[in-house]
């Protein structure tokens, strides 16, 4: 028998670098673009990934460290030696790329949580979001990420969520000492929420083409997170959220221009020309728009207030290279 399971993609809409430190919150918004695994029994364990030509056990293998990774914390949690664990062969599909261009849409926390699924759906186990955010948090913590972890939360929910941001140094440090059944039952202090708009509003994903490497960006951007950064991002992010609950489009506006001016004084590596186009584009309609992420690339978000407006928009966006990947309506 094999089993399908799913995962989805993911989107800063605000609180990005902010995120970074404990204590901050972000909007993360899930995008319902699939990673897709089958897992079904077999003699040894096999995992195999479209992104490679090849597949592999479990001996070393740099492209499959994270998948590999998994699976023994996968086989810890289960409180088994790899060598007992029932083996299985894992096949992973969905690459969220176009022509070799990956659209940065949160592959990696992706084929995390994915795995994590498959593992649990082979077992006959169910984990819950908070769970499955926890594990996969942990894989990517011992393996030394210098992520927020904002991306799992959002993709392990598969929701629009604000994430309040823990202390990763502690978890870290703790799991170094302690078991992984003690490191999961710590509370680790962060805050997850799911967040339903109602919003007379279209909201875009513009994809620029241009992949970036969210953990270059961060080792590059890091140093120029102050104080002042984090309280008005950090009011801006709120205000925000209370506007998507509220459906209050001009908050929404705001907040998000603030947000945008707030990463463009951060560092010039968060703006590309593309990402300053596409932000301009909707700055002439009744509309905002600004990058997502680390940015330095691939996607940016927007809302469109007026719907008379969205294919003019699309056409200009499109006039300078930026392809609409995804649209929801969020009213
Ligand atoms: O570009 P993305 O979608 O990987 O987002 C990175 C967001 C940062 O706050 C810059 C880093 C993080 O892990 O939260
Ligand atoms: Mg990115």
Redesign the pocket.
Known sequence: MTIKVTSCGK??VAG??A??TPGQTALIKNIPIYMQASISSASQIQLSSDLFDYSVGMEADENYSLIQDTVKVWARYRGLDLAKLPPFTLEISGKMEEDGLKY?I?SSGSVTILVLKALAAFSDLKLSPDLLFRLASYVLLARGDN??M??LACIAYEDFISFQAFDRKRVRRYLEKHSLQETLALDWGYQIEVLKPHLPAQFLVGWTRQPAI?KDL?RQVQAAIDPEFLKVTNRATLRCKEALLKGDGAGVKNSLNQISDLLENLSPAIYTDKLHQLRTIASHYDAVAKS???GGG?CGIAFVFDKDILDQLLQEWEQVGIQLLYQEDFS
């Open positions: 989107l800063y990005e670098y995120i970074l940065g949160g992520g927020s904002g991306d969210s961060i997502s992420g680390a691939d």
